[in-house]
């Protein structure tokens, strides 16, 4: 079976039992994992493996349990951010102001920001040192969901949401959001959810602001599934085991074109 497309199919790196990635990875003990092997629930490049003697290279091989992306590499890092307000999405600053790769100065591995949130943005950015996961997580024909929380004047009419399903031209291209809603209102000041697979600059403000509505606050709140939930700003997590299946499923499997996908509440 052929590996993924733009991996390295050989590497110098030790191979390992295949219970024991699992085990590492935090399947269970050695022992469950065996289980786990011997029941055909354990894939290895495509393969379904069900004896136990079999090795891997961590460094290369693709494992799924149940089907869903197993990540056997414990050099690799996946983090969740809340980006507090102010923070710039940078990993340094010539003029030392506050960026995320503050937060990660005294980590041993080399991490990166996926994406960028605007320094006035708080919310969900997410870290890693996987560049072949933050390339395909940022490359357009992915076409990510991202949801964003942002406060506008009130009152917000019904039309605000169809235009903006519809399309808003930005840099010459019809930009359109997936889903559009009015979460809550109070006063004058409405809060809105907007969901959007596209990943321009200040895309969520300059939509807003054409449709006569200024963004005053804006948190993104989830990435591919990964959800900011009640993880507080200028904390860092781990990315769990399903939401880092659940971002390679977004990204593994033959992209749905963004286009083409329903459009929730239209
Ligand atoms: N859209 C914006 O306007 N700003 C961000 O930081 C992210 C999306």
Redesign the pocket.
């Known amino acids: 079976m052929p590996s993924e497309p733009g991996r390295a199919t050989t590497s110098n790196s030790a191979t390992v039992r295949l219970q024991k990635a699992l085990a590492a990875a935090g399947l269970g003990s050695r022992r469950a994992c065996e289980e786990l092997i011997t029941a055909g629930r354990v894939e290895v490049d495509g393969v379904v493996v069900t004896e136990l003697g079999r090795r891997v290279d961590p460094a290369v091989a693709v494992v799924r349990v149940d089907g869903a992306r197993v990540n056997i590499r414990p050099d690799l890092v996946y983090l969740a951010l809340n980006k507090p307000r102010g923070m710039l999405s940078a990993m340094s600053d010539a003029r030392g102001r506050p960026t995320v790769g503050d937060l990660v100065a005294d980590r041993p591995q080399r991490l990166f920001h996926i994406g960028r ?2 320094a006035d ?1 708080e919310g969900l950015l997410l870290l890693t040192n996987d560049g072949e996961l933050a390339h395909r997580l940022t490359h357009p024909s992915f076409g990510i969901p991202k949801t ?1 929380l942002a406060e506008i004047p009130a009152p917000v009419r019904p039309e605000v949401g169809k235009r903006l399903r519809r399309g808003i031209s930005l840099d010459g291209r019809n930009v359109e959001v997936d889903a559009f809603r009015v979460v809550q209102r109070d006063g004058d000041r409405a809060m809105v959810e907007i969901v959007l697979h596209e990943g321009r600059k ?5 939509l807003l602001a054409a449709v006569g509505h200024p963004v005053t606050r ?1 948190v ?1 709140t989830e990435v591919g599934g990964v959800r900011l939930a009640g993880q507080r700003s200028g904390t860092l997590r781990e990315l769990t085991r399903e939401e880092l299946a659940g971002l390679h499923h977004l990204i593994d499997t033959p992209a749905v074109p963004a286009k083409s996908r329903p459009k929730i509440g239209a």
């Open positions: 949130l605007d943005t964003y200040h895309v969520v403000r300059r804006l993104r």
